[in-house]
């Protein structure tokens, strides 16, 4: 299957999601094909989905053979608007696994080292299953769409030490409200 063919089914699963046709930017990135951001605006929330992260398959560089049931994958981040240039930050992340070799997982740790979005203190996220069922594209691993939790630098420092499963739950416990970028840490001790 080309690779335009497995965005193409991508996309159409997102269409089916969201129902409405989104807003598009697109990022290139030295020695990698670009990378598109789709923002699908419900009510005042901003869901910012990457287009490109699953052209090839996630691979440690360090194996020498790629299968076609190593992993594909795409993010998705959601934000109370405004959300700034939320869209570069995620495409920077979608960019990752082709660029740094990067193999997502749901319970990853991924940072920026800096802001998502100008005065934001979330440098980057948890990954976990979003609410968008897994793409299925024939001969391949199905694409799993990665729901991005915005975490602040303390917090991923915390869950870097307890994990990412204790970070989730306090930030169950006390409400927390992801979709604000501009919130403070959840309490940590």
Not at 82 to 98: C, M, Y
Not at 122 to 141: E, F, H, W
Not at 146 to 170: K, M, Y
Request: charged content about 20%; hydrophobic content about 50%.
């Amino acid at each position: 299957m080309a690779d335009r063919d497995v965005l193409t089914a991508v996309e159409a699963a997102y269409l089916q999601h969201f129902e409405v046709a989104p807003d598009r930017a697109s990022v290139s990135f030295l020695g990698v094909e670009p990378i598109e951001i789709l923002r699908y605006a419900d009510g005042g929330i901003d869901h910012f989905l990457s287009l490109g992260m699953s052209r090839h398959a996630m691979v440690d560089p360090a194996l020498a053979v790629i299968d076609s049931e190593s992993p594909r994958g795409e993010l998705m981040l959601s934000a109370r608007t405004p959300p700034g240039d939320l869209w570069k930050s995620v495409a920077i992340l979608a960019a990752a696994p082709a660029v740094e070799g990067v193999v997502y997982a749901v319970g990853n740790r991924i940072d920026l080292g800096q802001p998502l979005v100008a005065g934001s203190r979330c440098t980057g996220g948890i990954l976990q299953r979003s609410a968008l069922r897994p793409v299925n594209v024939a001969g391949l691993s199905d694409v799993l769409v990665f729901q991005v939790l915005p975490a602040t630098a303390n917090e991923l420092a915390w869950a870097r030490i307890h994990g990412t499963d204790s970070l989730v739950a306090r930030w169950k416990q006390a409400a927390t409200e992801l979709t604000d970028l501009m919130r403070e840490s959840v309490r940590l001790i």
